[in-house]
Structures are given as structure tokens and as C-alpha cells.
């Protein structure tokens, strides 16, 4: 696995590359934590009923201030952009069939 920084990307793109073919791209905004329809359901009404509660491709953003140190299971329900990331690649990588193996 190889891991770069590219200008272009910044500040929320990302990029998945298997030998330079393209897998997956998109968007994760920072200042956002995510979650599936079903797990917004359970976050605080306040959290729900926000404007700035958002449907994106990668489910509901919700911003960072309203779930960061708020009561109960809030922060544990949602993913931060980097956990949004690492479970695309996770899907992306294990579609992928595998590679010729080296002798």
C-alpha cells in the first residue's frame, strides 16, 4: 500500500489507487462526523433538527460541535471524515480480486 498527499485533493478529496487504476474517489468534509439514516434516528433531536445536519455520499454529516463532548452515546454513533476513509478503502480494496502473487 502506498499513501501520498496530493494538492489537488486537499482540503477533503481523497483518492484510491490499485496500481494506478482508479477504485474510488470522493469527498469527506473534516468539520463533519458521519452516520447511516438509522443511526441519525438516535442522535439527539437538536443534532437532527439542524440545517447544517447534512445527507451527503457518505450518509448524514453532522457537525463536529454538536456530537464533540455531548452526552451520552453521540460521538460513539458517528465516524470522523478519516474512519470514512479507511472503511471506503475497506470496501473498495476488498472488492478488488487479487493480484497476480510474486514467486
Do not use: F, I
Request: glycine share 10%; aromatic share 4%.
Amino acid at each position: 500500500m502506498n499513501v501520498e498527499t496530493e494538492e489537488s485533493l486537499e482540503p477533503d478529496g481523497y483518492l484510491v489507487l490499485s496500481e494506478d487504476r482508479h477504485l474510488a474517489s470522493g469527498h469527506v468534509d473534516p468539520g463533519l462526523r458521519y452516520c447511516d439514516e438509522e443511526t441519525l434516528a438516535l442522535l439527539p433531536r437538536q443534532v437532527r433538527a439542524d440545517p447544517r445536519t447534512v445527507l451527503t455520499q457518505h450518509g448524514w454529516g453532522v457537525p463536529t460541535e454538536l456530537v464533540a463532548g455531548a452526552s451520552g452515546p453521540a460521538g460513539l454513533l458517528t465516524r470522523s471524515a478519516y474512519e470514512v476513509v479507511a472503511m471506503r478503502y475497506g470496501e473498495v480494496v476488498g472488492a478488488e480480486p487479487p493480484g497476480p502473487r510474486p514467486p
